[in-house]
């Protein structure tokens, strides 16, 4: 053997440590590039359900909130049409009322005028004209009243009529308001 080449000094063992230096680096390297890899998958994973998990929570509540929201929708406007029906009962109430008023102020009329033609017919003197002008001053009088009080009824109907509506508006504007 050769002294100068000893099993140490050998070309070859170099080689083979290095190989294997590298082999083991590599191995090393890749497994820890794999852990990353999976910790990575497994932090990825993780915040991708959670992400999921929070979406699916805001969705059902958005969805809870828009069928409350629905249902008090369709609740006020059954109460509008409510108000708006009892309106329309309490119109026709109105036009019954003035109706009547209206017939018994012109029966009223034709009644007057039938006496006050006839005072026409007999009037001879000064005297009868007079009472004749009085009379007729008289019924236009009552005539007017009868009128005030047609305007009164129509005005006080029209405030039972509006009545219903505007406290459901108030109280629709109630449940609208950010502050409900």
């Known amino acids: 053997m050769d002294p100068l080449k000893t099993p140490q000094n050998s070309p070859e063992k170099p080689v083979e440590k290095a190989v294997d230096t590298l082999s083991g680096a ?3 390297a890749t497994s820890a590039a794999s852990d990353a ?3 990575t998958q497994d932090a990825v994973k993780e915040s991708t359900e959670r992400g999921m998990a929070i979406g699916q ?4 509540r ?4 828009t069928q409350r929201l629905g249902q008090r929708g369709v ?3 059954n109460e509008a049409l409510k108000a708006c029906v009892t309106a329309g009962h309490q119109t026709a109430d109105l036009m019954s009322e003035l109706n009547q008023a209206i017939t018994e102020l012109g029966n009223q009329s034709i009644s007057h005028y039938d006496r006050l033609s006839r005072q026409a017919m007999g009037v001879r003197t000064v005297q009868d004209m007079v009472n004749l002008q009085s009379a007729t001053v008289e019924t236009l009088q009552e005539h007017m009243g009868g009128f005030a009080r047609l305007y009164g009824l129509y005005v ?3 405030g039972r009529i509006m009545q219903p509506i505007a406290e459901q508006a108030v109280k629709s ?3 609208l308001s950010p502050a409900a």
Not at 57 to 60: K, S, V
Not at 62 to 65: Q, S, V
């Open 37 to 39: 890899l999976h910790r």
């Open 62 to 65: 958005t969805h809870a909130e």
């Open 173 to 175: 504007q109630r449940h």
């Open 75 to 77: 609740e006020m406007g």
């Open 156 to 158: 006080d109907g029209l």
């Open 57 to 60: 929570d805001a969705l059902n």
């Open 26 to 28: 590599a191995q090393s």
